[in-house]
């Protein structure tokens, strides 16, 4: 065999091994011999444990973005803390601290947390204005829900809810069933803009929602879950 070809063709090899180590589905070397509850890097723990419900990159998922800028500037570390370790009762969000039931370290909690905010949050994308509080303590009107209901989300949602062309049933028993109140608010306040809703500002050209129309039209909205949401009634 001509010496160049021997040459170029063991170049080759090696080039074919050492791509190898970063082939899609191979764990890297690095990486192979730590233990589970070791694992601290954010792009590994939030791809096994967040993406399947918020999208691989924080947008696109069933649930919340996190990617969201406005939600990022309304819900604290706190928050985010508190629902991604011990979850959310009553919502298919779980627990993933093992203290709670999960099986994730306190430090691994820290880094998820942590790693939301460094990678997403981005303060230019936010209005210098004051923002809704993240909850609201006192309870809101549900009949004055109604009209606000009227005025900021019919015209998505339907009259009464129930859906139209823009958008999907909000009143949905089984819809209701897998969302608390506080999730009902934190979408008011920052929409969802990969599915075009827009945040508590852009309902209405012009007239953006006051707080207290957001605490009203979430205790509407509440007032709409059936007894048994999603079940037998």
């Not at 063991?10 to 192979?32: K, N, Q």
Request: charged residues 20%.
């Amino acid at each position: 065999m001509n010496r160049s070809i021997a040459f170029a063709l063991c170049a080759l090899t090696t080039a074919l091994l050492v791509g190898c180590d970063s082939a899609p589905g191979r764990r890297a070397i690095d990486g192979e011999n730590v233990a589970p509850d070791k694992i601290l890097d954010f792009d590994v723990l939030y791809r096994t444990n967040c993406a399947g419900c918020h999208g691989l990159h924080g947008r696109g998922g069933a649930a919340i973005e996190l990617a969201n800028p406005m939600y990022l500037a309304v819900a604290d570390d706190v928050v985010i803390r508190r629902a991604t370790a011990d979850g959310i009762a009553g919502t298919p969000m779980p627990a993933f601290a093992s203290r709670s039931g999960g099986m994730l370290t306190e430090e691994q909690i820290d880094a998820i947390v942590n790693g939301i905010r460094a990678h997403w949050t981005n303060r230019s994308a936010v209005p210098k204005i004051d923002l809704p509080p993240y909850s609201d303590p006192s309870a809101g009107d549900a009949r004055r829900g109604e009209g606000v209901f009227a005025t900021y989300c019919s015209s998505c949602h339907g009259d009464a809810g129930h859906g139209a062309r823009r958008g999907s049933s909000i009143v949905d028993g089984s819809y209701l069933a897998l969302v608390s109140d506080q999730g009902l608010r934190t979408m008011v306040i920052v929409g969802r803009p990969d599915l075009g809703a827009p945040d508590w500002r852009g309902n209405v050209r012009g007239k953006a929602m006051a707080f207290q129309d957001i605490s009203d039209v979430v205790a509407w909205l509440s007032a709409q879950r059936p007894p048994s949401p999603g079940g037998t009634p």
